[in-house]
């Protein structure tokens, strides 16, 4: 008895000590002429001689770096659950993940897609090929993430979004979209080209794993299930989650917690 008792011990002291290591670093864009800031989470089991899978998880409008682990303090823990290495760029106030044709110095899909990626390889020992990243966001992460995996699927293997704006075309006047993307009035193939619900062209069967999921009280619920119809019409493989909620950090922080298990299982089967 006192042996086991002795042994719960040393496994509860080691599980204290194995706590996840949540970082602010100072990375950069060539391309933007400027430092940009992101929280970088590290399992309590991170060491240099093994390479660990890395989500990439998007903030929301008006949002930065440090909103995730500020809302969803529990954040840490997904880390340690699923031994993932958890980062939160900063995507500007209103950038939405766009290299913007109107705004000077906002590149953020170059940001996040090459340069971020690049930076942490570099920095961290990471899994370095598409079957170790994962991206996902809320709101204009959402869509973010959904328009960076599509895009770039050779970067990213899997991807989700939480409440995303998949559907831009009926918020001109929303968000600072008209800031990066000019005016719905006088650009309007611009934004039917760069709204996610119009980008399904790019993918194919199982080219990516997809979560997609949004509250029934949500405003963008209906463009959500539209997504989702669209994605079953081309037979693209997709989980999709209907929940109670809003637009807001309760849900999140509970989506958050699907989405990190969805992608904890994309890991594995691809180790």
């Known amino acids: 008895m006192k042996q086991t008792f002795l042994l719960l011990i040393f496994v509860l002291a080691r599980g204290l000590g194995m706590a996840a290591k949540v970082d602010t670093v100072s990375t950069s864009s060539l391309d933007m002429h400027k430092d940009i800031k992101a929280v970088v989470i590290t ?17 929301g409008f008006s949002g930065n770096y440090s909103d995730w682990i500020k809302k969803d303090p529990e954040l840490p823990r997904l880390s340690d659950e699923y031994h993932m290495i958890i980062v939160c760029p900063d995507g500007d106030f209103a950038s939405w993940y766009f290299d913007s044709p109107v705004k000077a110095g906002s590149k953020y899909e170059t940001y996040i897609s ?11 020992s990471t899994i370095t090929s598409r079957t170790g990243r994962a991206i996902t966001g809320l709101s204009m992460g959402g869509h973010g993430a959904l328009y960076l995996a599509f895009r770039h699927p050779g970067i990213f293997g899997a991807a989700g ?4 704006g998949v559907d831009l075309r009926p918020f001109p006047e929303s ?7 000019g005016k719905y009035s006088e650009n309007p193939v611009r934004w039917e080209e760069n709204s ?9 069967p199982n080219l990516l794993d997809l ?14 299930n539209k997504l989702h119809e669209e994605l079953l019409e081309r037979k693209i493989p997709h989980d999709y989650t209907v929940r109670p909620g809003g637009h807001t ?9 699907y989405h990190t298990l969805f992608f904890h299982q994309f890991f594995e089967k691809n180790k």
């Open 175 to 181: 968000w600072g979209l008209d800031q990066v993307l």
């Open 196 to 204: 996610v619900i119009n980008m399904l062209y790019l993918l194919t």
């Open 211 to 224: 979560i997609i999921d949004c509250g029934t009280d949500d405003f963008f619920n209906m463009y959500n």
């Open 249 to 257: 950090w309760e849900y999140w922080s509970n989506s958050i917690r």
């Open 161 to 164: 979004s939480m409440s995303g």
């Open 114 to 124: 090459s340069e971020l990626v690049s930076w942490v390889d570099k920095h961290y």
């Open 43 to 59: 399992p309590g089991d991170y060491n240099s001689s093994h390479k660990f899978p890395v989500l990439y998880l998007l903030h």
